[in-house]
């Protein structure tokens, strides 16, 4: 399940490039919150907290701003090319009970057969779920799948309460043989190995000519 997190947020009164440098500089982050047909809100969030409660997927997050609290998960999360540093995060609010469609990861469980390789196609499956249930992952289990497997989205178990907002025919993942082994397979020869030259296939004897 989604962790439960609590941020405490202030209401950003400056706007800019160079207020938002000035925010990340202060070891903040800039944020909008939004949702239910309210006006976006621009906060600022305490950025070590904020990088930490985002590693999990799809957090609960509680968001204390000026003594209200309120629910909510990160739709968009901005982050620097080159630091490790997140630059702004778009927050959607929730309330319980209320379903929303999000993104949660797939996570492969087993061996598929010996000789053979597994390709996950999509590493996440967009379902509807509660907000105050959304589920941390998705497990499938590959254990001993043939070559030419294959797992649609709609054979993966899914908790009660949450459904595809996807084709279940969508590819999830499949069982195939590296394709090396495979053409080395197919060019194997069947039974004795033919010599190279045989009688009469070998270069022919120059024929005697007249003896001058």
Request: charged residues 25%; negative net charge.
């Amino acid at each position: 399940m989604s962790d439960k997190l609590k941020l405490t947020a202030e209401t950003r009164t400056e706007f800019g490039k160079g207020a938002a440098r000035r925010i990340r500089a202060a070891h903040q982050i800039p944020a909008v919150i939004y949702g239910h047909g309210e006006d976006p809100l621009h906060v600022v969030l305490p950025g070590h907290d904020t990088m930490m409660a985002l590693k999990h997927p799809n957090a609960l997050l509680t968001i204390e701003l000026d003594g209200d609290k309120q629910l909510a998960i990160a739709k968009d999360v901005q982050r620097d090319p080159i630091k490790p540093v997140i630059v702004h995060v778009d927050l959607l609010t929730v309330k319980k009970g209320e379903k929303i469609t999000v993104d949660v990861p797939v996570h492969l469980e087993g061996e598929s057969a010996p000789g053979t390789i597994h390709v996950l196609e999509n590493s996440t499956l967009q379902v509807l779920a509660e907000a105050t249930h959304i589920p941390e992952f998705f497990t499938v289990s590959i254990e001993g799948l043939e070559e030419g497997a294959k797992v649609t989205a709609a054979e993966v178990e899914l908790p009660q309460g949450t459904e595809l907002a996807v084709d279940g025919e969508l590819l999830v993942v499949h069982v195939t043989v590296p394709r090396a082994a495979a053409d080395d397979e197919a060019e194997a020869p069947e039974g004795d190995v033919v010599p190279a030259t045989e009688e009469g296939d070998g270069p022919s004897e120059a024929p005697e000519g007249d003896e001058n």
